[in-house]
Nanobody
Framework: QVQLVESGGGLVQSGGSLRLSCTTS????????MGWHRQAPGKQRDLVAR???????NIADSVKGRFTISRDGATNTVSLQMNSLKPEDTAVYYC???????????WGQGTQVTVSS
């Protein structure tokens, strides 16, 4: 069974930085895409950044220039470097991995990021 585990969340002041990491376990599955979504209270879960196996990335406009996604295909890990954080970045951040073989996304349990003003 595939498991995704996020780490690196926490409380930071506006303008600060955090680095989120996501590791996978339980399977040798190849993930066609890995990335991050976030969900603020009372809002839908939105894409933050996603990296595909060929290197193509999707980055939300709201975080472009501030967040950087990186991925290690050999170890099935994905990270999100978040700089110049703003209070509006406060949310639960979820790691996800898409397996073409399984035809589905796998999700982590989420990690809280809180940015104080």
């Amino acid at each position: 069974q595939v498991q995704l585990v996020e780490s690196g969340g926490g409380l930071v002041q506006s303008g600060g930085s955090l680095r989120l990491s996501c590791t996978t376990s339980g399977s040798a599955s190849y993930f066609y895409a890995m990335g991050w979504h976030r969900q603020a209270p009372g809002k839908q879960r939105d894409l933050v950044a996603r990296m595909w196996s060929g290197g193509l990335t999707n980055i939300a406009d709201s975080v472009k220039g501030r967040f950087t996604i990186s991925r290690d295909g050999a170890t099935n890990t994905v990270s999100l470097q978040m700089n110049s954080l703003k209070p509006e970045d406060t949310a639960v951040y979820y790691c996800d991995a898409y397996s073409a073989n399984a035809g589905r996304d796998y999700w982590g349990q989420g990690t809280q990021v809180t940015v104080s003003s």
